[in-house]
T-cell receptor, first 114, second 114 residues
Framework: AQSVTQLGSHVSVSEGALVLLRCNYSSSVPPYLFWYVQYPNQGLQLLLKYTTGATLVKGINGFEAEFKKSETSFHLTKPSAHMSDAAEYFCAVINTGTASKLTFGTGTRLQVTL | DSGVTQTPKHLITATGQRVTLRCSPRSGDLSVYWYQQSLDQGLQFLIQYYNGEERAKGNILERFSAQQFPDLHSELNLSSLELGDSALYFC?????????????FGQGTRLTVV
C-alpha cells in the first residue's frame, strides 16, 4: 500500500527565510503526489500536485515541490516565508493503479516568526 | 470557498448518543469522501460514495455508517459515541471515482463527545 512520511511535525522559520517541508513516499507504482494546507479552523486546500510530466511543480502562494523518483521524495519549498504561511501542511499520495482516495501524511505545522 | 458544504460546524454530544453529519458536494461532483482527523490518528479515510453507491471503505468503525442520497448529498451517522470519537470530520468531493484530479474539502464538522 502507498504511504507518505513527513519528517518533522513542527518547523519554525523566520519571516523571509526559506521554507522546506519534507515528504517521502512509498509506492510500488508511480504515484500521484499532493500537498494540502490547512489553516486554523479551516478545511484542506490543495497547494499543488504532481501527476505526470514536469517534476518541478508550482502551486499557489509561491510554493513549489519537486518529484524526485531516485529519492522517493516530494519536498515542499517556498523561497521566502510570510507570516500568512503559518498553517499545517499535509503531503498525500494516490497510487495511479487504484487511484481512489488520498492517503495523508501526519502533517507538519509551520510556524513563521518575526 | 471550496463549494463543499458541511453541517453542522460544531457538535457537542454525550457518550452513547447518535449524531448525523451532513455533506453537500460541489455542484456536479459525483463522489463524496469522508475523513476523520484526530490528534492521535491524523487524517484517516473512512468511506467513499460514488453516485449513490459505496465505492471504497477505509478505517470506518461498525458503529459508523454513511449513505449518499439521489441528490448526491451524503450523511455520516455515528452511533454509540465514545470519547475517542471526538474529532474533526471532513467531507470531500470529486467529479469522478477518484481523487487524482482534484478533491475539494469542506470546512469540517468538529465533534466533541463529553
Amino acid at each position: 500500500a502507498q504511504s507518505v512520511t513527513q519528517l518533522g511535525s513542527h518547523v519554525s522559520v523566520s519571516e523571509g527565510a526559506l521554507v522546506l517541508l519534507r515528504c517521502n513516499y512509498s509506492s510500488s507504482v508511480p504515484p500521484y503526489l499532493f500537498w494540502y494546507v490547512q489553516y486554523p479552523n479551516q478545511g484542506l486546500q490543495l497547494l499543488l500536485k504532481y501527476t505526470t510530466g514536469a517534476t518541478l511543480v508550482k502551486g499557489i502562494n509561491g510554493f513549489e515541490a519537486e518529484f524526485k523518483k531516485s529519492e522517493t521524495s516530494f519536498h515542499l519549498t517556498k523561497p521566502s516565508a510570510h507570516m500568512s504561511d503559518a498553517a499545517e501542511y499535509f503531503c498525500a499520495v494516490i497510487n495511479t493503479g487504484t487511484a481512489s482516495k488520498l492517503t495523508f501524511g501526519t502533517g507538519t505545522r509551520l510556524q513563521v516568526t518575526l | 470557498d471550496s463549494g463543499v458544504t458541511q453541517t453542522p460546524k460544531h457538535l457537542i454530544t454525550a457518550t452513547g448518543q447518535r449524531v448525523t453529519l451532513r455533506c453537500s458536494p460541489r455542484s456536479g461532483d459525483l463522489s463524496v469522501y469522508w475523513y476523520q482527523q484526530s490528534l492521535d490518528q491524523g487524517l484517516q479515510f473512512l468511506i467513499q460514495y460514488y453516485n449513490g453507491e459505496e465505492r471504497a471503505k477505509g478505517n470506518i468503525l461498525e458503529r459508523f455508517s454513511a449513505q449518499q442520497f439521489p441528490d448526491l448529498h451524503s450523511e455520516l451517522n455515528l452511533s454509540s459515541l465514545e470519547l475517542g470519537d471526538s474529532a474533526l470530520y471532513f467531507c470531500a468531493s470529486s467529479p469522478n471515482t477518484n481523487m487524482n484530479t482534484e478533491a475539494f474539502f469542506g470546512q469540517g464538522t468538529r465533534l466533541t463527545v463529553v
